[in-house]
């Protein structure tokens, strides 16, 4: 974009006052974009919290009750808040597992219980089964026990 033209005043008076009001407002403007960016930075970090806060919500609610799985959070907000693995586990044979969120390709607003429906098993599927997985938590590591193939 041009930088703005402002019509130079004819008096010598206004000629400084307009410079004074230009420095001004060329000032303010580095002031509100550094504000800009510590409000953005301050609000990214309260997402990223409160992201955290509702996987350890599911997580406990998965813990405590068995479910409901619905709802859960998303997953770019398990991501977010710290949560990359997903632990389930195969609804058959009982075989646990991690998945990689962040490898799964998924909309922006897909949620943590829709994936019930489409991981399965790989030992189970090797049989001609295809048993539906139990979702049981998300992780902030993967399980060193647990494979992530999906």
Not at 66 to 93: F, K, M, T, V
Not at 97 to 114: Q, S
């Amino acid at each position: 974009m041009a930088p703005k033209q402002h019509p130079t005043p004819l008096s010598g008076g206004d000629r400084k006052a307009l410079k004074k009001e230009l420095a001004r407002a060329r000032a303010m403007t580095s002031i509100l974009a550094e504000r800009s960016s510590e409000k953005r930075a301050a609000g990214e970090a309260l997402i990223r919290e409160a992201d955290d806060l509702a996987c350890q919500s599911w997580n406990e609610r998965m813990w405590a009750d068995g479910g409901p799985i619905d709802p859960s959070p998303s997953i770019d907000q398990a991501i977010n808040g710290g949560y990359p693995w997903l632990e389930i586990r195969c609804s058959r044979c009982k075989t646990p597992r991690a998945v990689d969120l962040a490898a799964l390709p998924h909309v922006a607003t897909t949620c943590v219980h829709d994936l019930a429906r489409r991981l399965r098993c790989v030992k189970c599927g090797s049989i001609g089964k295809r048993p539906a997985a139990e979702l049981l938590q998300l992780a902030r590591r993967r399980p060193s026990q647990m494979d992530d193939a999906p």
